[in-house]
């Protein structure tokens, strides 16, 4: 047995087309890291950071998923209202 018999390349991720549809659906509750923050229009570092800070991390095995509707109500908990930065908004 050969070396690249025993090392198998994982397996490519395919890319969700029309992420955004299934999410407002609500047919896709759940997206791993990358999808979310394309969705957010957030750098990867950040949407990690809101979702840990959320508690809507979850970790199956060794893939990380983040639920939605948990990301959305924080989002909403946290939101600036008009008047909080001051007079040069």
């Known amino acids: 047995m050969g070396m ?4 198998k390349m994982p397996k490519m991720r395919t890319e969700v087309k029309d992420l955004e549809a299934q999410v407002q659906n609500g ?4 997206v791993r890291y990358a999808e ?3 969705l957010y229009s957030l ?3 950040t949407f990690q950071e ?4 959320a508690n ?7 893939c990380v998923i983040v ?3 948990i ?9 600036v209202k008009k008047g909080e930065f001051g007079a040069n908004e």
Request: proline letters at 0%.
């Open 50 to 53: 809101i979702a840990k800070e």
């Open 56 to 62: 809507a991390v979850y970790k199956v095995k060794r």
């Open 71 to 79: 990301v959305n109500e924080y989002l909403e908990k946290h939101r």
């Open 4 to 7: 690249w018999e025993v090392c």
């Open 43 to 45: 750098g990867l570092h």
């Open 67 to 69: 639920n939605l509707d």
């Open 36 to 38: 979310g923050a394309a």
């Open 27 to 30: 047919t896709k509750r759940f």
